[in-house]
């Protein structure tokens, strides 16, 4: 049964029969809030806005909001998108307001929202409280923002999925490496006696032009060691996401996962599709979530994988939160062999970004002393850092 419209009714009650497109609309302006809202939630909606009277707003506010926000933190978001929707009232506003307009992205992944005031000439007039005018209003709100400071462990699933569109769109550019083989440059320091006799010819063999070769430059390559035990369990899928980006965002990438023992899934992160590439991850490797030995994987890819991933200054990447089951002594014995064979050593601890955090583990403390950098990898902002690190590494 469709709510009776009278001039007096807001535009959630519904014009010339839009309820339902009303409804819709107002779920993808809550989306564009982060704040997630599912089709049976908006059928919910609908049955319970039937039995209530749509002229009081209280009503209407409660009924919304108990039916479609499930977190404390998205009640003031929600609150502003109610009103913007409360406020217009009379159909000639609804027909000049055209709610799919409210949601506007921005090239920045800005959502701007506007409300135009259909009366342009009251905008100082004294308004009743039960009736607030339609007042020109810019309400600016960047998901992108939002989460850059978000734990990932704290994330929904929704929110999680927008996290993996902006690390796909992170710049990752590694520090390059001067590497054995030399191009043709005109301000090289090598003289290219060849090219030279060869350009000379024009001149009669008379020495005129002195061409010139240096050394050429080459991404560094990047080796990754995520761990995957039962204290990782919370950061592991998203860490995954973060390896998937940058395989694909860089030609030079090892990748490789432990718990109790070491797992190559370079080869899996490859794939096209993300959530086949992590699948197939997760079926080749069977001890997820399980027990830690970070010493153990370590020496395994130091005496198996060492010399053909990190021979030309490879930049490695250690995520882990340092809680091992092993011995210190291994883990520090071969995290000095680590540091030695590659460019930089980099430690990454999502518990890193707790400001109460203290390195208290014996694991993190055999291994802090042969790392490079030791850096929280826990919201956006981190990976952002980490790609600034990684892109001023000496060279």
């Not at 502003?80 to 949601?103: C, H, V």
């Not at 990454?348 to 042969?370: D, F, K, V």
Request: net charge positive; charged share 25%; hydrophobic share 40%.
């Amino acid at each position: 049964m469709q709510p009776q419209t009278t001039l007096d009714s807001p535009p959630i009650s519904g014009a010339d029969g839009n309820f339902l497109q009303n409804m819709l609309l107002f779920a993808r302006l809550l989306r564009g809030l982060s704040i997630p809202v599912t089709p049976t939630q908006i059928l919910d909606l609908v049955e319970a806005l039937t039995q209530i009277n749509l002229r009081v707003k209280a009503q209407a506010r409660d009924a919304a909001r108990a039916i479609l926000v499930s977190r404390q933190e998205h009640l003031e978001l929600f609150d502003e998108a109610f009103e913007m929707f409360w406020r217009a009232r009379e159909r000639q506003e609804l027909a000049r307001i055209n709610l799919g307009e409210l949601l506007q992205r921005t090239p920045q992944g800005e959502i701007q929202y506007r409300l135009i005031r259909a009366n342009r000439e009251n905008r100082d007039a004294p308004q009743q409280v039960d009736q607030d005018p339609l007042v020109e209003k810019i309400y600016t709100y960047s998901s992108v923002e939002a989460l850059r400071s978000r734990d990932f462990a704290t994330m929904t699933e929704y929110e999680l999925q927008q996290v993996r569109s902006f690390m796909q769109q992170l710049q990752w550019s590694p520090a390059e490496r001067r590497t054995r083989r030399r191009a043709p440059s005109s301000s090289g320091d090598l003289v290219d006696l060849r090219r030279s006799l060869r350009q000379n010819v024009r001149y009669g063999g008379e020495p005129m032009v002195i061409a010139r070769r240096e050394r050429k430059r080459r991404r560094r390559p990047i080796v990754a060691l995520a761990d995957i035990s039962g204290s990782m369990d919370r950061y592991s899928r998203v860490l995954l996401q973060f390896l998937y980006s940058i395989t694909h965002a860089l030609d030079r990438v090892e990748a490789f996962v432990f718990s109790t023992r070491l797992t190559r899934i370079t080869r899996h992160l490859r794939r096209r599709d993300i959530d086949l590439a992590l699948d197939q991850t997760a079926e080749a490797v069977h001890d997820w979530a399980g027990g830690t030995r970070i010493g153990e994987a370590v020496r395994a890819f130091n005496f198996d994988w060492a010399r053909r991933v990190c021979g030309q200054g490879a930049i490695v990447l250690v995520i882990s939160d340092g809680w091992d089951r092993g011995d210190p002594e291994l883990l520090g014995a071969e995290m000095g062999r680590l540091q030695r064979s590659c460019h930089r050593l980099i430690w990454l601890n999502p518990l890193l970004g707790s400001p109460s955090y203290e390195p208290l583990t014996r694991g993190i403390q055999a291994a802090l002393p042969h790392t490079d950098e030791f850096l929280p990898v826990h919201n956006l902002i981190s990976l952002e850092q980490l790609a600034q690190v990684m892109a001023d590494a000496q060279t």
